[in-house]
């Protein structure tokens, strides 16, 4: 209500403004709907500020005699009002200050500034689950077929091994062509080194009909699973026989074969040399096979012994081989426990499980089958063959002990692991310790049968 009529309609901010522009005094009278009647500026902006905390009373408003009219209260009228009194503004008492608010555009610039970084983290947490799913797809053992390496081999190799781990240590298994111009060492782990070997045959352990001593080394690159042997320099003899073979294999200069190991691996780089002795079997057809064919090599061999010695010789001679077949039973279940307990430890349970089941197959069957055909070999000889038929039955009987002997330590070692739930890797390198030095002693105990028997042969 100015003394020039009435304006507006303003805002109440507005008219803050104004006051505080010192444009209008703060008793400039104000109205709006709802009053009955006009208030000052001061007094209206007093009861907005009143109205954030606690509601304001309902305004009584005055009604006509007939209530069923509507009814807008006059806008009031001033009299005698003069120009615009000017009001110091340090005489009126201070208003309230204004809710401070945050600029809409401000607001808008920090929300945005807020995206970037929520949407690059949905992005990085999608890209690691994809990368975790397609790792899954990855864990499957593959080998590149060889130039000379036929499909049945092939298949052989792909189901004997498997994945076991991107972080697994190099373990090499020997596998040969039908012509053996090359080797073959394949191993579950994921990298690739510079590989060096020596061969050794072992004595009477070649499927040949001479005794033949025969020692190579070569050198290859391990990649893909797989290194190849196809050159070989010869120390002594001239070209591979099939049979046992004693390896020093040597790698250097190891690094993860390819950028998905070395992620899988967190890009820790494995050991940079590997070092091992072991026995392979350089046949094609396997061990299994090998070990068939090698003791009808040795009974064929037995038959030219018995026409070029004595009959009692011969019968000494048979009892020495059966000790040393069965030395090398020993030997073979000795390097089975080892491989055995080379493999991932977190997967001990169902790894011994499986290795329970190829001990069986392998060792227990041709353990029971060397006493059953050592008894039956026994009872055919005949009581002329020696002159000293009760020492011959001392000596058959102690085959059969030492052979028992074999299979007894073996069923301790297996309930000895399996007694173990979840072992760490100490653990499983103490059960190597202990194995090897229990069948360090079967197999000292059998050399020293085969002296005392040979002293007991007549020239």
């Not at 049945?152 to 189901?159: A, D, P, T």
């Not at 096979?289 to 048979?318: A, D, P, T, V, Y």
């Not at 002329?384 to 069923?411: C, F, H, P, W």
């Amino acid at each position: 209500m100015l003394p020039s009529g009435h304006e507006g309609p303003y805002s109440l901010d507005a008219l803050k403004n104004k006051f505080q522009q010192k444009k209008i005094p703060a008793e400039t009278k104000i109205w709006s709907e709802g009053l009955s009647d006009t208030v000052s500026l001061k007094q209206a902006i007093y009861q907005y500020e009143a109205a954030k905390l606690a509601p304001p009373p309902p305004i009584p408003m005055q009604k006509p005699a007939d209530e069923t009219m509507d009814y807008l209260p006059p806008v009031p009228v001033l009299k005698n009002v003069s120009a615009p009194v000017e009001v110091d503004a340090e005489d009126v008492p201070p208003l309230p200050p204004l809710p401070e608010t945050e600029p809409s555009v401000e607001k808008a610039k920090r929300n945005i500034s807020l995206v970037g970084p929520v949407l690059a983290l949905a992005i990085l947490l999608s890209v690691y689950l994809f990368y975790i799913q397609w790792l899954k797809g990855k864990e499957v053992f593959s080998l590149h077929r060889q130039t000379k390496m036929t499909l049945e081999l092939h298949e052989r190799i792909q189901s004997e091994m498997q994945f076991d781990g991107w972080d697994k240590k190099i373990f090499f298994k020997e596998f040969v062509p039908g012509d053996l111009s090359s080797i073959w060492l394949v191993t579950s782990s994921y990298q690739t080194c510079q590989v060096e070997a020596e061969f050794h045959a072992v004595k009477d352990k070649l499927l040949s009909m001479k005794d033949q001593e025969i020692a190579f080394k070569s050198k290859g690159m391990l990649k893909g699973h797989i290194v190849e042997f196809s050159r070989f320099e010869f120390q002594t003899g001239q070209k591979v026989v099939p049979g046992l073979y004693e390896m020093d294999v040597v790698a250097k200069n190891c690094h993860w074969d390819g950028i998905i190991p070395k992620a899988a691996n967190r890009f820790k780089e494995p050991d940079a040399e590997y070092i091992a002795r072991t026995k392979i079997v350089l046949f094609p057809q396997g061990a299994k096979e090998f070990n068939l064919l090698l003791n009808r090599l040795n009974l064929k061999k037995q038959e030219i012994l018995r026409k070029e010695q004595s009959k009692e010789n011969i019968l000494w001679q048979e009892m020495v081989e059966k000790l040393q077949t069965l030395e090398a039973i020993s030997m073979q279940i000795e390097q089975f426990f080892m491989e055995l307990l080379e493999r991932d430890s977190r997967k001990f349970k169902d790894t011994l499980k499986e290795g329970v089941q190829i001990y069986t197959r392998q060792f227990g069957h041709t353990l029971t089958s060397f006493v059953i055909s050592n008894e039956d070999d026994f009872k055919k000889k005949s009581p002329d063959a020696t002159t000293r038929i009760s020492d011959l039955n001392d000596y058959e009987n102690m085959i059969k002990v030492s052979s028992k002997e074999v299979g007894l330590e073996s069923m301790k070692i297996i309930e000895r692991l399996q007694s173990l739930k979840t072992p760490k890797r100490v653990q499983l390198n103490e059960e190597k310790l202990k194995i090897e030095k229990s069948f360090s002693a079967l197999e000292e105990k059998i050399k020293q049968k085969i002296l005392l028997i040979e002293a007991q042969k007549v020239p």
